[in-house]
T-cell receptor, first 114, second 110 residues
Framework: NAGVTQTPKFQVLKTGQSMTLQCAQD?????MYWYRQDPGMGLRLIYY???????DKGEVPNGYNVSRLNKREFSLRLESAAPSQTSVYFCASSEGGSSGNTIYFGEGSWLTVV | GQQLNQSPQSMFIQEGEDVSMNCTSSSIFNTWLWYKQDPGEGPVLLIALYKAGELTSNGRLTAQFGITRKDSFLNISASIPSDVGIYFC??????????FGAGTILRVKS
């Protein structure tokens, strides 16, 4: 089972460049999420999509945009990368609909902005 | 926003010892989750707790959902080298948004 797949695994960007992180899940989940992980800060929610066609801001949305392309795919875009966006990014998904649904994570994308 | 206080920040223990870590929140959660993250990987769910007072085990792991719904603990019995990693607690609100603790780094000395 692939579960949650995200690409690329590693990326180095120059300040001001743009890029899109891709995420796809094969579990027929309704909800998808993007988190970033920084040392000593746990995982912080950037954006989430409770269902196909909807997106909402999380805790740290500034500098990011998202697209819920279809039920399977949820992409994260950095329009003008900044060094503060150097981080590990995790995509996740869950069945959604009510509390108590397990969230499953991808393997992460390591992004460095120089 | 809501915050979780997870402690300890790191632990360095002898193989075979028991380990305990906990999370507290100023707010009530409906679900508590415990994840483990190995180096270079994404977090993997260890235990999910859905009811206040619930005590759940998964092998050598035991976790409890606090009665007040504002805290949870995770115990690992008889630690082994493969237990190393970062352990995260997470509280889940309605609508599935998770709030994560900062993590506990576990190092096991064999």
């Amino acid at each position: 089972n692939a579960g949650v797949t995200q690409t690329p695994k590693f990326q180095v960007l120059k300040t001001g460049q743009s890029m899109t992180l891709q995420c796809a899940q094969d579990m027929n989940h309704n909800s998808m999420y993007w988190y970033r992980q920084d040392p000593g800060m746990g995982l912080r929610l950037i954006y989430y999509s409770a269902s196909e066609g909807t997106t909402d801001k999380g805790e740290v949305p500034n500098g990011y945009n998202v697209s819920r392309l279809n039920k399977r795919e949820f992409s994260l875009r950095l329009e003008s990368a900044a060094p503060s966006q150097t981080s590990v990014y995790f995509c996740a998904s869950s069945e959604g609909g009510s509390s108590g649904n397990t969230i499953y994570f991808g393997e992460g994308s390591w992004l460095t902005v120089v | 926003g809501q915050q979780l206080n997870q402690s300890p920040q790191s632990m360095f223990i002898q193989e075979g010892e028991d380990v305990s870590m906990n999370c507290t929140s100023s707010s009530i959660f409906n679900t508590w989750l415990w994840y483990k993250q190995d180096p270079g990987e994404g977090p993997v769910l260890l235990i999910a707790l859905y009811k206040a007072g619930e005590l759940t085990s998964n092998g050598r792991l035991t976790a409890q959902f606090g009665i007040t719904r504002k805290d949870s603990f995770l115990n690992i019995s008889a630690s082994i080298p493969s237990d190393v990693g970062i352990y995260f607690c997470a509280g889940q609100e309605y609508g599935n948004k998770l709030v994560f603790g900062a993590g506990t780094i576990l190092r096991v000395k064999s």
